[in-house]
């Protein structure tokens, strides 16, 4: 059985187990007490992964650190459809990475600036911010144009891929750490769609977007 | 700030299917969402309740519920039809969300604060929506950065913001979104190709934003406009509605139509504004040409808005209400209206409801149906008509799919065996509606009883009160708000006493069957004569309608 190091706050934690709910695959969770007790720097968890960083999977004898990592594998892997990472698409799969890194990106930003003002993380709170804003209006410009063109979804035209979970985490956990999304619509009608994908799970912070779900 | 005009907030592609757009117009923010009918409603972002933003919330196409707790706003009129923390209730109708008129022209939303209507804005037909531009500086400085500003194959755009060239024509808006925030919006008309003209614009409009927002860093950002939120109190959000006497509201016949063999539908707009929310189960009073008065169940379906849908039976040994409607009332007509009412108020916290329709009682529980079929909850419509040709409103019906079951021409006998079927085994965590004439209803409450429901969970609601009232009695009521002692006489009703004494509550039916006259007992034995109190309320005696019913004890004393 996969088994997944998670926390429950935990935004790249949560894309995992959005991915493993949508493919509804069944996994093992192993909870990190990131905060308060910071044990993913105890020696124990260190001995999984040296970088002390959350999530980590574990699948037979493959073990993976790195959220993006964890989705790249299970969409190859998993997803009959092959739609979620299309290894046969040479543009789509690297534009997919280009989004990735912006998702890194957010992860040094929006989500450093959360573990500021939420978990007394010792971060630039104004310069996060500052750097997701940038972010968040490349996001949105790219999401408007995109309607335009017919499409729902950061890369593929007619459905989401693993771009679009691992984006989404962090810019709907935002305003927790003081960066609105006011001012960026498109961005909002998108993670309503990415709320309304058949399987989508919620976590603290995040409501669903129908009744009943 | 700005002139009297309409302003813009939002495009209209801003408002995807069941999305709630969150914008900002002078300082207040605006929650946004579309109907399904297409209305497109302009809001306050909070809910009425604790002041969470709306815009969070879910719009289910009919009604916008909020995240916190549940609270539902009806689309157009605002008004709140649901609190989940009170089921058992409906909702003061003075709870209402603040709303903004709106139009939407030139692919863009615009609203306005102003007392009256500014004139409409001066738009060219057609044309493409640029994508909005935010900025946090002050509106007026980015209007003046603007002006004189050239976008290529446009030439300068003028004070007024509009430009016109070889390309085409543009016109640009600034949204005065705070004291020290904008976004700039606008239309473009143009032979390009749409898509590359919209990308080429959105880069003149980003230069020209870094341009305006490093101006602005030279200036201290102006204090935002505080926030005036409008908030309902604890107290009247946990009291249930008041109820008011006489009929307000003015209506106009839009549609009169044979639905079923003697029984027309009426559909009644307002003359101006919207309609008042209601809820399933509601009904209004009719104010007739022939000066009766009459209450009717409203049928419409949750964010079914623009209109009331009634349904009237002609009835034979009718003491006129429903001839004067099948025989004298035309499309065309006004009626004068009572505000909605809900005697007969749907739980939607429950695992299983079960609705049960005699004739024309369907009215209030096709209401019902509807509004569990859009949340999705289990429930089963059990429907007694006396031949197929006197089914009404088929359609309603037909959308209910398999949750209606009818029952055609069954004789009493056979009516009561199905009624014992339905009602066999009670569930915990079920609720009964029931709706019908009286001898059904007598039926029903029998045999809920007997299987063992308990009364809380049936709920009915009599068209009227068809049982001989005993008035024979005399005796005294002592009215402990008012310091009034009085004589209630043989042969006279309470209410009348009271109307007279000009001391009365409201009322309406005056048979004891809709709830509204009711009054709080404080000391004595009431002599029930209604048929809307449930049995275990009438045995707790603590209540009252005063059109019918009377005192066994000497005295009561009531609580006006």
Redesign the interface.
């Known amino acids: 059985m996969i088994k997944l190091y998670d926390f429950d706050l935990s935004g790249n934690c949560y894309k995992v187990r959005l991915l493993l709910g949508i493919l509804g695959l069944e996994f093992e969770r192993k909870n990190v007490d990131f905060f308060p007790g910071f044990k993913h720097r105890a020696a124990e968890f260190l001995a999984v992964n040296p970088l002390g960083q959350l999530p980590v999977l574990e699948d037979g004898d493959l073990s993976l650190r790195d959220s993006h990592a964890i989705l790249v594998y299970l969409a190859s892997k998993y997803d009959g459809s092959g739609r979620w990472y299309p290894t046969g698409d040479a543009a789509l799969l690297g534009e997919i990475q280009q989004w990735l890194s912006l998702a890194e990106g957010l992860t040094a930003t929006a989500s450093a600036a959360r573990l500021a003002e939420g978990m007394d993380f010792d971060f630039d709170a104004e310069a996060a911010r500052k750097g997701a804003y940038r972010l968040f209006d490349v996001l949105d410009?790219h999401l408007?144009?995109r309607?335009?063109?017919g499409s729902d979804w950061i890369c593929a035209p007619a459905h989401p891929t693993i771009a679009d979970l691992a984006c989404f985490p962090y810019v709907m956990l935002s305003e927790e750490g003081g960066v609105s999304?006011?001012?960026y619509?498109a961005i909002?009608?998108w993670t309503?769609r990415v709320k309304r994908i058949p399987g989508f799970s919620v976590m603290p912070g995040i409501?669903?977007?129908?009744?009943?779900s | 700030m700005h002139d009297k005009t309409w302003v813009p907030v939002a495009n209209s592609t801003d408002l995807a299917p069941h999305h709630v757009f969150q914008g900002r117009l002078m300082g207040q923010e605006l929650a946004i969402w579309r109907a399904d009918d297409g209305h497109v409603n302009v809001w306050e972002n909070r809910c009425l309740h604790r002041g969470v933003r709306l815009s969070i919330g879910i719009n289910t196409g009919s009604e916008l519920v909020c995240q916190y707790h549940g609270w539902r706003y009806a689309n157009r009129n605002a008004g709140c039809t649901y609190i989940p923390a009170h089921p058992a209730d409906a909702p003061a109708r003075t709870i209402c969300s603040k709303t903004w008129p709106v139009i939407e022209t030139g692919g863009l939303i615009w609203t306005h604060f102003e007392d009256r209507d500014p004139p409409l804005p001066e738009l060219p037909e057609g044309g493409a929506a640029l994508r909005p531009l935010p900025l946090a500086a002050a509106p007026e400085m980015v209007r003046e950065s603007l002006a004189g500003l050239a976008p290529e194959g446009f030439g300068p755009l003028d004070e007024t913001l509009q430009a016109r060239g070889p390309a085409g024509s543009l016109h640009l808006m600034v949204q005065p979104a705070d004291a020290g925030r904008a976004v700039i919006r606008g239309i473009v008309q143009s032979d390009e190709p749409e898509l590359a003209l919209l990308r080429r614009l959105n880069l003149f409009l980003r230069s020209a934003r870094d341009q305006i927002l490093a101006q602005a860093a030279l200036t201290p950002a102006p204090e935002p406009i505080p926030h005036r939120p409008e908030r309902v109190s604890e107290e009247l959000a946990e009291m249930p509605e008041m109820v008011s006497g006489p009929a307000r509201l003015r209506v106009q016949v839009a549609k009169k139509e044979l639905v079923a063999k003697d029984i027309v539908a009426l559909e009644l707009e307002p003359l101006r504004g919207a309609l008042p929310a209601s809820q399933p189960g509601a009904h209004i009073d009719v104010a007739l040409p022939n000066g009766l008065l009459r209450q009717y169940s409203l049928v419409n379906a949750p964010g079914e808005t623009g209109r009331y849908v009634i349904g009237v039976k002609r009835e034979p040994e009718s003491t006129g209400g429903s001839a004067a409607i099948h025989d004298s009332l035309a499309e065309g007509d006004l009626l004068a209206i009572s505000e909605p009412r809900n005697n007969f108020t749907l739980r939607r916290d429950v695992e299983e409801t079960i609705l049960v329709a005699g004739g024309i009682g369907v009215t209030p529980l096709l209401s019902m149906a509807a509004a569990l079929k859009d949340d999705g909850l289990p429930f089963r419509l059990h429907y007694f008509a006396g031949s197929e040709e006197q089914i009404a409103f088929g359609e309603r019906l037909a959308a209910l799919g398999d949750r209606l079951v009818n029952y055609i021409g069954l004789d009493p006998e056979k009516t009561a065996l199905a009624l014992k079927g339905i009602l066999k085994s009670p569930a915990p965590h079920a609720q009964v509606y029931v709706c019908g004439p009286a001898p059904m209803l007598d039926v029903t409450r029998a045999t809920a009883a007997e299987a063992g429901w308990p009364d809380a969970a049936v709920h009915f609601e009599y068209f009227a009160n068809t049982r001989e009232i005993d008035t024979s009695s005399s005796f005294r009521i002592e009215l402990a708000r008012s310091a009034v002692t009085l004589e209630v006489p043989a042969g006279r009703s309470i209410l009348s006493v009271l109307q007279e004494a000009g001391v009365a509550p409201p009322s309406s039916c005056c048979q004891g069957a809709c709830g509204t006259c009711m009054a709080r007992v404080i000391e004595g034995e009431p002599d029930h004569q209604d048929v809307y109190l449930s049995e275990a309320e009438k045995a707790a005696g603590d209540k009252i309608l005063t059109c019918v019913s009377r005192a066994k004890s000497d005295r009561l004393i009531l609580d006006l």
């Open positions: 410009e408007w144009f309607e335009r063109e999304r006011e001012d619509p909002r009608r309503d409501f669903p977007a129908q009744l009943g």
